[in-house]
């Protein structure tokens, strides 16, 4: 009985002391994304894909067009997704549209 509680409690505190992803994490950082008015949306896609991977948290995105993320993030993935090229929004009269 003895041994299997000291087995349990090794194993147990192995698993805890700093093993996990945690332990070397960047601070997070809040931040408010704009995402691109492309269909589908590339920025969204990317956030998407990091939330996955468990690198971004809290994320919520914002019906908007073009679309609006919060998200809490180390500061060079947020400056990653605020680099990316965005399609333009196009607006009346501008001579982007069709006649």
């Known amino acids: ?4 509680l000291a087995a349990t409690l090794v194993l147990v505190a192995g698993c805890s002391l700093g093993s996990g992803p945690a332990a070397n994490r960047e601070p997070l950082e809040s931040a408010l994304i704009v995402g691109s008015a492309q269909s589908p949306d590339p920025v969204l896609a990317r956030v998407m894909e990091l939330k996955e991977r468990g690198v971004v948290e809290g994320v919520v995105v914002y ?8 998200l809490r ?6 400056d990653e997704l605020e680099a990316m090229p965005r399609a333009a929004q196009s607006a009346p009269g501008d001579g982007s549209g069709r006649r």
């Not at 019906?63 to 919060?70: D, G, L, M, N, T």
């Open 73 to 78: 993030a180390p500061r060079r993935v947020i």
């Open 1 to 4: 009985m003895r041994r299997m």
């Open 63 to 70: 019906e908007s067009f073009p679309v609006r993320i919060r």
